[in-house]
């Protein structure tokens, strides 16, 4: 007798190569993930980094976490905050970034609302619930300000879909949504009134994390070390094609669910800001002084029993590898 789980895995498929080492990664549907694996498959990249890439599709992000934490995906893209706080409850996971891509407070093109300050006695919606890295993101950076926007303004919380119909049908004034739903609301007329990459360079980073990345195990990494590695390469690889051809997106666009040509143009422009170009040892500064600032915010319940972020979190290619110093 075996089990079922019902909108757990939705199928299975491969980017296939001849003959090549296995990596099995977990892909939300709906994710931009999904353009990118687009991307290696037509181009042939696995095949020529000598991978065979086997691709079970899950219906939401935690699902793939679920598949991550059991063993049955090697790598999935998920949160930056969830893979820092398993980390710190004993879960020997690695993160290395995919995206800095981050939501932003939107609001109607006529809206008085100018900043911070003006949401107060306002209706905020927020998608994602009260302990959305965004949110606390933005909440860190008001708090700054003198602003607690928790007790100063009027919160809604709920699913990205649903913030995202609030805003339009009036029942709130300003909404924090997720940057897919915001490039949406921008093709609609919507304005931006803050983005969370603003909220962290206000916050002192030097420039925004990727808040999402791409998740493995620390054993896994150890034995499939050439697997991972060749993986990140033909990833990157894929951001050069995206990053430079127009004609790439066209190709793409059966899979993003564009509604017209400005929400296309809008995904397209913000997934490739979103792509990361500096090194690790940037990447892992910057998002030391995050977390332990919404470790001052959310408290155990966020981030774990750890105040400081694990300085094993992030994993080193070989050409980000600082070299040893020779004994003399």
């Known amino acids: 007798m075996f089990k079922i789980f019902p909108a757990l895995c939705l199928l299975?498929?491969?980017?296939?190569?001849?003959?090549?080492?296995?990596l099995r990664i977990g892909l939300q549907k709906t994710g931009t993930f999904a353009?990118?694996?687009?991307?290696?498959?037509?181009?042939?990249?696995?095949?020529?980094?000598?991978?065979?890439?086997?691709?079970?599709?899950?219906a939401s992000p935690d699902a793939g976490k679920l598949a991550l934490n059991s063993g049955s995906v090697d790598l999935a893209v998920v949160d930056w905050l969830w893979v820092a706080r398993a980390r710190a409850l004993g879960a020997k996971l690695l993160f290395y970034p995919y995206s800095s891509a981050v939501g932003s407070i939107?609001?109607?093109?006529?809206?008085?609302?100018?900043?911070?300050?003006?949401?107060?006695?306002?209706?905020?919606a927020v998608a994602g619930g009260p302990l959305d890295k965004g949110w606390l993101i933005v909440q860190a950076a008001a708090i700054r300000q003198g602003i607690d926007l928790k007790r100063e303004a009027t919160l809604q919380y709920g699913a990205p879909p649903l913030i995202f119909q609030k805003?339009?049908?009036?029942?709130?004034?300003?909404?924090?949504?997720?940057?897919?739903?915001?490039?949406?609301l921008e093709a609609q007329g919507y304005r931006r009134l803050l983005d969370v990459r603003?909220?962290?360079?206000?916050?002192?980073?030097?420039?925004?994390?990727?808040?999402?990345g791409y998740a493995f195990s620390e054993?896994?990494?150890?034995?499939?070390?050439?697997?991972?590695?060749?993986?990140?390469?033909?990833?990157?690889?894929?951001?050069?094609?995206?990053?430079?051809?127009?004609?790439?997106?066209?190709a793409l666009?059966?899979?993003?669910?564009?509604?017209?040509?400005?929400?296309?143009?809008?995904?397209?422009?913000?997934?490739?800001?979103?792509?990361?170009?500096?090194?690790?040892?940037?990447e892992q500064a910057d998002?030391?002084?995050?977390?332990?600032?919404?470790?001052?915010?959310?408290?155990?319940?966020?981030?774990?029993?750890?105040?400081?972020?694990?300085?094993?979190?992030?994993y080193q290619t070989p050409s980000q590898t600082p070299p040893r110093e020779t004994e003399r």
């Open 12 to 22: 299975v498929w491969a980017i296939p190569t001849l003959a090549g080492e296995t």
């Open 35 to 58: 353009w990118q694996l687009d991307v290696i498959r037509r181009h042939d990249l696995a095949s020529i980094a000598g991978l065979d890439l086997q691709i079970t599709e899950y």
């Open 106 to 124: 939107m609001v109607k093109a006529d809206s008085p609302l100018r900043g911070l300050g003006d949401l107060k006695g306002r209706v905020l």
């Open 167 to 184: 805003l339009q049908q009036g029942e709130a004034e300003a909404g924090l949504n997720y940057w897919n739903f915001c490039a949406r």
């Open 198 to 212: 603003e909220a962290e360079v206000a916050l002192g980073l030097e420039q925004p994390i990727a808040l999402i």
């Open 219 to 250: 054993g896994f990494a150890t034995s499939h070390k050439s697997t991972i590695d060749r993986f990140i390469a033909v990833a990157q690889s894929a951001n050069d094609i995206m990053r430079r051809s127009d004609a790439e997106w066209d």
């Open 253 to 282: 666009r059966p899979l993003m669910n564009a509604e017209d040509q400005s929400t296309f143009q809008a995904y397209r422009d913000q997934t490739r800001e979103g792509m990361p170009r500096r090194t690790i040892a940037a």
């Open 287 to 314: 998002a030391r002084a995050l977390f332990k600032t919404l470790a001052g915010i959310g408290g155990p319940e966020l981030v774990g029993p750890l105040q400081e972020l694990d300085p094993g979190l992030y």
